[in-house]
C-alpha cells in the first residue's frame, strides 16, 4: 500500500509546515483536521495527557499497532503522536509530562496566539522510524487552570503565534513555524486513572489549587530531598491530602489525586 504520508527523502518544507521537536535527517507529515472528538485524560500519577478513540489498555494498543507514527513498538517511548496510515490525519496524543518545573515560572496564557483546528504537520524520522521526545519543562499556573509542557524554554512562551487546537481544552502551541509546547485548560477536569470513561463531576477550584501545589512542589530536585527525609515536603503533602475532602466537590478526581500523593508518602517516608 502506498504511504502518502511518507518521505524517505530529505523533507522540503511548506511555507505553512509546523515542525515538531527532534533530530532527524527526514520527516514524516500528517495532518490536524479539526478537533479529535474524545476528551483528554490527565494521568496524575504517570504524569501524562491521553487523548485517543481508546477506553482500556488493550484497545490502546490495538490503536497503536493500527496507526503510524512516533514510535517502532508498543509501548512507545517518549511522547506518543499517532495517525491514520491512509490519510495522515491525526487520531491520538500521549504527552508525558517531566519532572522539571520551569524556573522562569512563566506560564502561557493563550491571549495573542491564533487559533486552528486544521495544520499540516511533520516529525523529524529516520527513514521510517520517528520518536518524538518529550518535553523538557513544566509549568502549571498558580490557580492550577493552565498545565504546559515546555520542549524548550518558557520564555519562548512569550512569542507564541499559533495555537492548535487538539481538543477544546488541549492544544499544541507553536512559534515562528516550530511546535514548543502544549497546553492544557483546567487539567483537574481530566484527572484520571485508567483509559476508561469517567462521568463529569464538574469543576473543583479546591482541587484545582492543590493540583497546582502538588505540581510545583513535587519535581525531581524534590525527590532527592524526599530521599534525605526532608520534613517540610511531607508536611505539606500531608497538608494537600487534608484539603482534599473527598465529601465535597469532585470527589472521583480528588480520591486520584490523593492516592498519588500518599503513593509518594508511602515510598519515600
Known amino acids: 500500500m ?8 530529505r523533507f522540503v518544507r511548506g511555507a ?3 515542525i515538531l521537536p527532534g533530530d532527524a535527517t527526514n520527516s514524516i507529515e500528517f495532518r490536524l483536521e479539526g478537533p479529535l472528538p474524545q476528551l483528554p485524560k490527565f494521568f496524575v500519577s504517570s504524569l501524562s495527557v491521553s487523548v ?4 482500556s489498555a488493550s484497545e490502546h494498543e490495538s490503536h497503536f499497532l493500527e496507526t503510524a507514527g512516533s514510535g517502532q513498538w ?15 490525519v491525526l487520531s491520538s496524543l500521549i504527552l508525558r509530562l517531566p519532572d522539571n518545573n520551569s524556573a522562569e515560572g512563566y506560564c502561557w496564557s493563550g491571549s495573542s496566539a491564533s487559533r486552528s483546528s486544521q495544520a499540516d504537520l511533520s ?6 522510524v520517528c520518536n518524538m521526545p518529550s518535553a523538557s519543562l513544566r509549568c502549571i ?22 495555537e492548535l487546537v487538539v481538543t477544546p481544552s488541549l492544544s499544541l502551541v507553536a512559534s515562528r513555524g516550530s511546535v514548543v509546547g502544549w497546553s492544557l485548560s483546567n487539567p483537574e477536569r481530566y484527572i484520571a486513572d485508567s483509559f476508561e470513561s469517567t462521568p463529569d463531576e464538574g469543576p473543583d477550584s479546591t482541587l484545582a489549587n492543590v493540583l497546582a501545589r502538588y505540581l510545583s512542589l513535587v519535581d525531581e530536585a524534590a525527590a532527592d530531598q524526599m530521599l534525605d527525609g526532608d520534613t517540610f515536603i511531607r508536611s505539606e503533602l500531608l497538608r494537600m491530602i487534608e484539603d482534599l475532602d ?24
Open 246 to 269: 473527598v465529601r465535597q466537590g469532585a470527589a472521583g478526581r480528588r480520591l486520584i489525586l490523593i492516592d498519588a500523593i500518599q503513593e509518594l508518602l508511602d515510598f519515600y517516608y
Open 2 to 9: 502506498e504511504e502518502r504520508w511518507l518521505l524517505l527523502s
Open 74 to 88: 508498543y509501548p512507545g517511548e517518549g511522547d506518543e503522536v499517532r495517525f491514520d496510515p491512509s490519510t495522515g
Open 123 to 128: 516529525i523529524p524520522a529516520e527513514g521510517r
Open 16 to 18: 505553512d509546515m509546523l
Open 141 to 162: 499556573s498558580p490557580s492550577g487552570d493552565l498545565l504546559a509542557g515546555l520542549w524548550r524554554t518558557s520564555l519562548e512562551f512569550k512569542s507564541i503565534d499559533q
Open 52 to 55: 485517543g478513540p481508546y477506553y
